[in-house]
């Protein structure tokens, strides 16, 4: 049997009313000009809803607080490489009136919308397949 490494992402799903927060990476970087949900890579150590709460805030300018799991999702590496991911989604609250501020260097807009209007951006995967949870 093959060994993998394996990486571990979390993202945060933050609801305004009826919609939902999406991002999109910036045009030069991996997946480029790709849409998601605020998130990232989880640290060696760190809990996973830690690193939601954390990449929220890195990629976003929000404060979010982690109020369950909405799904998890694993894949092989796009790249060929030996490496399994597996990405957790957590529905997440913020305040609701913050504004969102994108760190330039990963992502270069974001919007509100309903998960079946979302269905017509050019999602990651994981996050498409996160929609039919709605």
């Known amino acids: 049997m093959a060994e993998f490494a394996e990486k571990h992402l979390v993202y945060c799903w933050?609801?305004?009313g009826d919609a939902v927060?999406?991002?999109?990476r910036r045009a030069k970087?991996?997946?480029g000009g790709r849409w998601e949900l605020p998130g990232g890579t989880v640290e060696p150590g760190e809990p996973e809803e830690s690193a939601a709460v954390r990449e929220a805030?890195?990629?976003t300018g929000l404060s979010?607080?982690?109020?369950?799991?909405?799904?998890t999702h694993t894949w092989m590496d796009v790249d060929g490489r030996p490496l399994r991911i597996h990405a957790r989604i957590y529905e997440v609250?913020?305040?609701?009136?913050?504004e969102v501020v994108l760190n330039p260097d990963e992502h270069d807009s974001c919007v509100?919308?309903?998960?079946e209007r979302a269905a017509e951006l050019d999602l990651v995967d994981h996050v498409r397949a996160s929609l039919a949870l709605t």
Do not use: N
């Open 57 to 59: 805030a890195e990629e």
């Open 29 to 31: 970087g991996f997946l």
């Open 14 to 16: 933050i609801e305004r």
């Open 112 to 115: 509100w919308l309903a998960p």
């Open 64 to 71: 979010v607080r982690v109020l369950g799991e909405r799904s």
């Open 93 to 98: 609250a913020d305040d609701g009136t913050s």
């Open 21 to 24: 927060l999406f991002i999109r």
